[in-house]
């Protein structure tokens, strides 16, 4: 039988704290907020190991995070607002419950766009972890999208040099419809 994990509030919300199964509503979760929008990963210590889930809430002009392609597959679901997709140098404009499936090696960014918040829940495998994840191109509509790099890295610390870390935040308000 598999235990319930027990969650602990924290000053910035609720986490699992321990191995389980829970159940964990986004508005009382732990989230994190930097210029990458805000995030809402759900998860504690450990970290989920197959796969990992988030919610983001991007405001306009605001990348889900920098042009990159991974060794396994992803999907993002919109649920509001109007994001802008980069996949493969081209653009296309995203709007709700449109669902892009992203095969491995395939080159994408997400960027906030439309009049308000955009809000994704984004899915993926944790078979590949390590120097061997994937890595970041350039990409010149990510790079005038402000999510592209100017040289190619699979390093994250490279990639992401220009933004501050994200801070734990507590659940705003007006970051998910409802």
């Avoid at 607002?81 to 996949?87: M, Q, R, S």
């Amino acid at each position: 039988m598999v235990p319930e994990a027990p969650l602990e509030e924290t000053e910035h919300g609720r986490v699992p704290a321990g191995e389980g199964w829970f159940v964990l509503n986004a508005r009382d979760a732990k989230w994190q907020e930097n210029e990458l929008g805000a995030y809402c990963p759900f998860e504690g210590e450990p970290r989920f190991t197959q796969l990992g889930i988030n919610i983001s809430v991007l405001q306009p002009g605001q990348p889900m995070s920098m042009y990159h392609w991974e060794e396994d597959q992803e999907g993002f679901l919109v649920v509001a607002g109007e994001p802008l997709l980069i996949v493969e140098g081209e653009e296309r404009q995203l709007r709700q419950w449109d669902f892009f499936h992203c095969p491995p090696h395939t080159d994408h960014v997400i960027v906030g766009a439309g009049d308000g918040p955009a809000v994704v829940v984004a899915v993926g495998s944790r078979n590949t972890i390590g120097d061997d994840w994937g890595g970041y191109t350039v990409d010149e509509a990510a790079i005038r999208h402000g999510a592209g790099v100017e040289s190619a890295t699979t390093k994250g610390q490279e990639a992401y040099a220009r933004f501050t870390k994200a801070v734990p935040r507590r659940f705003q308000d007006d970051w998910l419809p409802g």
